[in-house]
Nanobody
Framework: QVQLVESGGGLVQPGGSLRLSCLAS????????IGWFRQAPGKEREGVSC????????YYADSVKGRFTISRDNAKNTVYLQMNSLKPEDTAVYYC??????????????????????WGKGTLVTVSS
């Protein structure tokens, strides 16, 4: 069964850190551009960070630059999002998604303007004191 499964969400205080993981099963991630997206209550889904299949290119939304780091371990079929200095406005459900590398760029995937083949079901991150 083809799927993406996110994990690592939870409740954290402002200024804290979390690391999200996105594990692929049923397919290999090494030929896909992968992105992290989030959706807060009452808001539209937005691209947070994306990484190319070769690791050569990354994209970050302005709101997370300098605080979040995306990485991938193709041997483990997993992509990570390290989130530091978390703020209450980072509270959202975080999703990972995959688009074919030959048809997507990191900017295009994160803008959701290019083809996305797979979505995970999300993991909730709550930043609150």
């Amino acid at each position: 069964q083809v799927q993406l499964v996110e994990s690592g969400g939870g409740l954290v205080q402002p200024g804290g850190s979390l690391r999200l993981s996105c594990l692929a099963s049923g397919f290999t991630l090494d030929v896909y551009t992968i992105g992290w997206f989030r959706q807060a209550p009452g808001k539209e889904r937005e691209g947070v960070s994306c990484i190319s299949s070769s690791d050569a290119s990354t994209y970050y939304a302005d709101s997370v630059k300098g605080r979040f780091t995306i990485s991938r371990d193709n041997a483990k079929n997993t992509v990570y999002l390290q989130m530091n200095s978390l703020k209450p406005e980072d509270t959202a459900v975080y999703y990972c998604a995959a688009g074919p590398s030959y048809r997507t760029t990191v900017q295009g995937l994160c803008a959701m303007s290019q083809r996305i083949y797979y979505w995970g079901k999300g993991t909730l991150v709550t930043v609150s004191s």
